[in-house]
């Protein structure tokens, strides 16, 4: 008997809500027209504070992406350099099939030294 009290106090605190009660315990409760409004405000105010947690979290992941990405450059950089010191004829290679693919793009728009700033640009970027 005391449960169903229990349970009956706290249906009442709910604004206005009543509860339906049998022999074998609540049924459910019924609410008037004033507590769903409560009731969406308070969940409202819960997810306030939730996205207020997620947007740190968003943030945090994007500096340590933003960070990641920086470190992976320069590694990229070293290994690069590496490639080239431990094999020149084929960085050699590379760097004329580069070249040719840029003049087959932008041909004679851009002189030797833009289309040098160009590839150097491509190196360190991607």
Known sequence: MALAQLVRQSAKSLAGTT????RTGCVGFLASAQAPNQLLQRRGAMQGMKGYDDKEAAEERLFFKKEEEKLLRGLLAKVRAQAEAADPHAATGTLAAERSALDAIVGSKLSAGEKDQL?????THY
């Not at 509860?19 to 049998?22: A, G, L, P, R």
């Not at 590839?119 to 190196?123: A, F, G, P, Q, V």
């Open 19 to 22: 509860t339906m009660m049998t």
């Open 119 to 123: 590839l150097e640009w491509k190196h």
